[in-house]
């Protein structure tokens, strides 16, 4: 029996990337704690909440057929401190301009998770940006355009946000926007259902249906 493609997010960026496969799928939200643990590393938090939030959705599934849940996290960090999402426009602009010529890691994790067997599957995709030297009336106008307040470090790389960047390291650009598509691929495939070649199509709802079973 063919699964349900379950994303264990609400974020949009996150849907808009795997609906690049075509794949149909559903979004619930894992309403996980994400409060940090003292003693964390930035990637032990991501690849944590990562797979708590695949494993809360896939405890909670009750659909007629098995869920394949897909959780992801996503923490910033210039080696000092967290650059969290923003919120508002001047802690937005007040990130970006202390990033300036700067190193910032962004740790990607995915964690994809079995509802019919509660089988793991979990990995990282670390990327690290280099931000360029820009002006603070360069900052401002990308501010004005896209309001990055719901991204780490104010970063909407698939969008004007590429040109706050002058050099990037890691093996997956789509890991920046939070669901590196090589890992996931991986982690599927582990579990037996992979993304690329499972058919999907035949059994699956329409791409983003919120909550269906």
Do not use: C
């Amino acid at each position: 029996m063919l699964p349900v493609l379950v994303l264990a997010s609400r974020s949009p960026h996150r849907a808009k990337v795997l609906k690049r496969l075509g794949a149909p799928f559903q979004t619930r939200d894992s309403e996980v704690d994400e409060t940090p643990i003292a003693g964390e590393s930035p990637a032990q938090r991501a690849q944590r909440l990562a797979l708590a939030k695949a494993q809360a959705v896939a405890a909670a599934w009750d659909g007629s057929r098995p869920a394949l849940v897909i959780g992801g996290d996503q923490v910033a960090h210039d080696g000092e401190a967290l650059l969290r999402k923003p919120g508002t426009l001047a802690n937005a602009r007040a990130q970006l301009l202390a990033s300036r010529g700067r190193w910032v890691t962004f740790e990607s994790a995915l964690a994809a998770v079995r509802s019919d067997t509660g089988a793991v599957a979990q990995g990282a995709a670390p990327v690290r940006v280099r931000f360029a030297e820009l002006s603070e009336a360069e900052i401002d106008a990308y501010l004005s355009v896209e309001q990055p307040l719901d991204a780490a470090g104010a970063l909407y790389s698939e969008r004007l946000g590429a040109v706050l960047l002058e050099a990037w390291e890691g093996a997956d650009p789509s890991a920046l926007i939070g669901l590196p598509l090589n890992l996931l691929h991986r982690l599927t495939a582990q579990l037996g259902w992979p993304l690329l070649s499972t058919p999907w199509e035949r059994g699956n709802t329409p791409n983003a249906v919120p909550g269906a079973p």
